[in-house]
């Protein structure tokens, strides 16, 4: 703390792609929607080996320094906290690297390319007494956190069912590249990872209770893919006479559950769903209500509760500043929030965790939770039968 009252805070970024970019974004605007907090994020040094990405990083967010290499974040000395939004494969060395070097870091889901592999996360973390943040962008979704107050107050009665899914087109055209995300040693499982590590944080969160069996079904649609050229992300070239290679995992699941407690489940995932965009929902049955939310239309959510419950079905609500955070971003009711707004809320959190030692994110061990379950489901695709969650 200095003579003016603000903790500043020295960031280190690891990956400067879309999530490098989002994070950056997010600790700036931190200073700004969570003023009162008294904390500064400061960013002092971004990583990447592609020198276009870090040059841009400084020019658009103002990092201090750059380096090809993710050592000199970790050792830098102004360096606090890091955040790690590289490929999956590269989550585990990072981390736990991190995790050495002392530095509590806000990572990337799906963490690590397997169960195994979160598992060391969790662990070099739990044994340096580090804070962590992850990925999970909507479980802090203003409409999402009145929901779980919803829930919490009993408006709901019992919590008997849910239905998640995540639906998505970002794989639909055949010619897109295969990219680390479709490779099994890079990308770890499919839509599993990719999109269910948020259906099952967000059902677990919303339910309050892990889950603890499933029984599941994964297919491959696209079974080959042109090898990418240059370029990141969702944005490589691929060439008109680039050679197709294998998709080495799954384009979609269907995933029964039962949660620990006796809530059950049904979530689905594709992300080669055409005509499906983000199409990221949840909806929620209990014993005297039910709610239903959307992505899409993040900004409100429907909502079945009270005397006469059973009588009109869902009404429609709006956000306004009974929702979570929402009035840290909008003065008036019905205004939107964006995606990018998810993630300084998430920011927030973890910023906050690193400040207070108080674990207040979406945290590592979350994380190895869902990839427990992703790896669960792939057992029981294998097996036919059911399989428990250890
Ligand atoms: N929370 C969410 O909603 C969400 C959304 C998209 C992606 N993600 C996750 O974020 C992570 C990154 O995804 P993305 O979409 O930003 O990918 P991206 O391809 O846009 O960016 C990845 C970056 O990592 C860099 N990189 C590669 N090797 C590196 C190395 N050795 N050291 C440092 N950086 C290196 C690349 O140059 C690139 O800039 C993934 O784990 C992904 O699953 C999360």
Redesign the pocket.
């Known amino acids: 703390m200095t003579t003016d009252g603000i903790r500043r805070l020295g960031i280190g970024l690891?990956?400067?792609?879309?999530?490098?970019?989002?994070h950056s974004r997010a600790y700036l605007a931190i200073r700004d929607k969570y003023a009162d907090w008294n904390i500064r994020p400061e960013l002092i040094i971004v990583?990447?080996?592609?020198a276009a990405?870090t040059e841009a990083a400084q020019r658009q967010f103002g990092y201090r320094e750059t380096t090809?290499?993710?050592r000199e974040v970790l050792a830098h000395p102004d360096v606090e906290a890091v955040s790690i939004?590289?490929?999956?494969f590269?989550?585990r060395d990072?981390a736990v690297a991190a995790a050495q070097a002392g530095k509590p870091f806000w990572i990337?889901?799906?963490m690590g390319v397997s169960a195994a592999q979160s598992a060391e996360i969790v662990a070099a973390a739990d044994s340096a007494g580090l804070v962590t943040g992850v990925?999970?962008?909507?479980r802090h979704a203003p409409a999402i956190e009145y929901a779980k107050e919803l829930i919490l107050s009993g408006a709901l009665g019992r919590v008997t069912n849910l239905r998640c899914k995540l639906n998505a087109d970002y794989s639909a055209d055949p010619r897109g590249a295969r990219?680390?995300?479709f490779e099994r040693a890079k990308g770890g499982s499919g839509v599993l990872?990719?999109l269910l590590s948020?259906g099952f944080d967000l059902a677990q969160y919303l339910v309050g209770a892990p889950i603890a069996l499933v029984s599941a079904l994964t297919d491959t649609f696209i079974k080959e893919r042109p090898l990418p050229g240059a370029g990141?992300?969702?944005n490589v070239q691929v060439a008109d006479d680039a050679p197709l290679v294998p998709v080495e995992n799954e384009d979609y699941a269907a995933v029964l559950a039962r949660f620990a407690g006796g809530v059950v489940g049904t979530f689905e995932s594709t992300r080669v769903g055409i005509g499906a965009r983000c199409d990221y929902g949840i909806e929620i049955h209990g014993t005297a209500g039910a709610l239903s939310w959307n992505f899409e239309r993040m900004n409100e959510i429907e909502i079945c509760s009270g005397p006469t419950a059973r009588d009109y079905g869902y009404t429609r609500e709006l956000s306004d500043a009974r929702f979570g955070d929402f009035a840290r971003f909008q003065p008036g009711a019905g205004m939107g929030l964006s995606?990018d707004d998810l993630?300084v809320i998430?920011g927030s959190r973890f910023v906050r965790s690193v400040v207070t030692g108080k674990q207040l994110a979406a945290s590592a061990a979350d994380a190895l939770s869902t990839a427990r379950i992703a790896a669960a489901a792939e057992e029981s695709q294998e097996s036919g039968a059911w399989a428990e969650v250890r």
């Open positions: 690891i990956s400067a792609g879309w999530m490098g970019r989002l990583a990447d080996p592609v990405n090809a290499d993710y939004c590289a490929p999956n590269l989550h990072f990337e889901k799906p990925g999970f962008t909507y990219t680390w995300r990872g990719d948020h990141i992300g969702h995606f993630k998430e």
